[in-house]
């Protein structure tokens, strides 16, 4: 059976821990303006090591922070995402008919996350999303770009979405799968593109250069890294262009 593997943060819905948990901790990084700064650290760090399984191990990275600082214990973050409210509408609009088109032609549907199934499965299950199987660091030991990360995933054909060049185009390539990446800030000049056809524009380049300098800062560079850009078999705006670019 073939699968359509779907990042989640900024692929299927947008940054609903981000913006439905984040506030629930935001009081405690108010109180410890240092703190933001060693967590994103400590995260950086983590991803460049042998074990980047722990970079989304949040409880521990709090653990970590509190005790070079001082601090008391922060918040469960597991019971921070039992606790928080979640809107349907942080869901992308696409979503839902990308999915139907999919699985009208047999496609299974894995979300592929680097957030821990621990906390993304309460997650989708408020947002209301229906999918086949979960792939996350705290189940398969391996977290995107990693091409293991796919590993043991039966079909004959699988294909990966998702919107971090770094993490989900890379990992893709790594694994020997084709890649989607979702551009959903894309300018109108490439919006006019043909979907099927801007992969191989050879301007391409310095964008995915760019962006990927700028996603390197933020997400940290994971080790082993490749030498090359990272290579998108499809740019796309939305999932719902995907999959009709796929029919």
């Not at 032609?105 to 499965?121: D, F, H, M, S």
């Not at 894309?186 to 964008?207: D, F, N």
Request: with cysteine.
């Amino acid at each position: 059976m073939p699968w359509i593997t779907l990042d989640l943060d900024g692929t299927l819905a947008d940054w609903p821990f981000r913006h439905c948990v984040g506030p629930l901790l935001r009081p405690y990084f108010q109180r410890h303006p240092d703190a933001w700064a060693l967590r994103h650290r400590e995260f950086v760090g983590r991803m460049a090591s042998a074990e980047p399984v722990r970079a989304f191990d949040w409880d521990d990275i709090h653990a970590v922070v509190c005790r070079e600082l001082g601090l008391e214990p922060f918040p469960s973050v597991r019971e921070l995402v039992e606790a928080a409210r979640y809107d349907p509408a942080l869901l992308f609009p696409d979503v839902a008919a990308a999915v139907e088109l999919w699985r009208e032609r047999g496609w299974k549907i894995a979300v592929a996350t680097n957030g821990y199934a621990l906390y993304q499965g309460v997650i989708l299950e408020r947002l209301g999303f229906a999918y086949d199987l979960m792939l996350a660091p705290d189940r398969c030991g391996y977290v995107k770009p990693q091409p293991e990360f796919w590993r043991g995933l039966d079909g004959e054909e699988v294909v990966h979405v998702g919107d971090i060049l770094s993490q989900d185009v890379w990992g893709a390539n790594a694994a020997g799968i084709k890649a989607a990446w979702v551009w959903r800030t894309m300018p109108e000049e490439w919006a006019v593109i043909p979907a099927a056809e801007r992969a191989q524009r050879p301007e391409l380049g310095a964008i995915l250069e760019r962006e990927l300098k700028l996603e390197l800062e933020t997400h940290g560079k994971p080790a082993n890294a490749p030498a090359h850009l990272p290579r998108p078999d499809w740019v796309v705006t939305d999932l719902l262009e995907l999959a009709q670019t796929m029919s």
